[in-house]
């Protein structure tokens, strides 16, 4: 499968961090659906995805963390919000998980994973990166936003990622306090109100001289 590069990179200039939705416009199920499955397809290191996504579309809800958002408006205007959430913890009960299910989905023997096993243990249990593992899982998170966002604009579905919001608030409005789970980021996904100023500006980026390097 390929994709024209011109159309991509349409796509990506087409996008920008939208500040003001159209509250009247929703995601139709079939678009929105298959945005749900480019968050399962997501990459993340070892394949472990440490993560869960909430999407919520009860405007009463939104409303509860509308003012741990900044009072940002696109938290109750957008057609979706998704609250992306990283796991607390990993543990042997995380690594054993994905074990079991790599043996099913691919008809592998569990005793034929256990080097893969064994170098996860090393790595995010037993090895210097288990003392910073929200910092790892944290960073997992959010190359999954980075796949939605560009697969939304890909879709001509408007994103505004959103790091502006009291976390502890918002898990305790999500009762995520004892869930093994925390609020990472926050994406509002939906259509852009005409009159939004920002649709039209500019993009400010550096020129790929200066960013990008061929050795």
Avoid at 72 to 88: A, I, K, N, P
Avoid at 93 to 110: F, G, K, N, Y
Avoid at 157 to 176: K, N
């Amino acid at each position: 499968m390929s994709l024209p590069p011109s159309e991509l990179l349409q796509a990506l200039n087409w996008r920008y961090a939208t500040k003001v939705f159209d509250g009247s416009r929703r995601i139709d199920a079939q678009t929105w659906a298959a945005l749900e499955q480019t968050l399962v397809l997501s990459p993340s290191s070892y394949g472990l995805q440490p993560w869960k996504f909430l999407v919520i579309t009860d405007p009463a809800l939104r409303l509860q963390l509308r003012p741990h958002s900044w009072d940002q408006s696109q938290v109750t205007d957008c057609s979706h919000l998704v609250v992306f959430l990283r796991q607390q913890s990993i543990g042997a009960a995380e690594l054993d998980r994905l074990i079991q299910w790599t043996s099913e989905v691919r008809s592998v023997p569990v005793e034929q994973l256990a080097f893969y096993r064994e170098m996860m243990q090393k790595d995010l249990v037993d090895g210097p990166r288990s003392q910073q593992i929200e910092r790892w899982t944290s960073n997992q998170v959010y190359i999954s936003l980075g796949t939605f966002m560009t697969a939304a604009a890909l879709l001509g579905v408007d994103t505004c990622p959103i790091e502006g919001f009291s976390p502890t608030d918002y898990d305790r409005i999500l009762d995520l306090e004892s869930s093994g789970y925390r609020s990472c980021v926050v994406c509002a996904a939906g259509y852009r109100q005409a009159d939004d100023k920002y649709a039209s500006l500019a993009k400010v980026r550096y020129r790929s001289t200066s960013l990008i390097e061929r050795l």
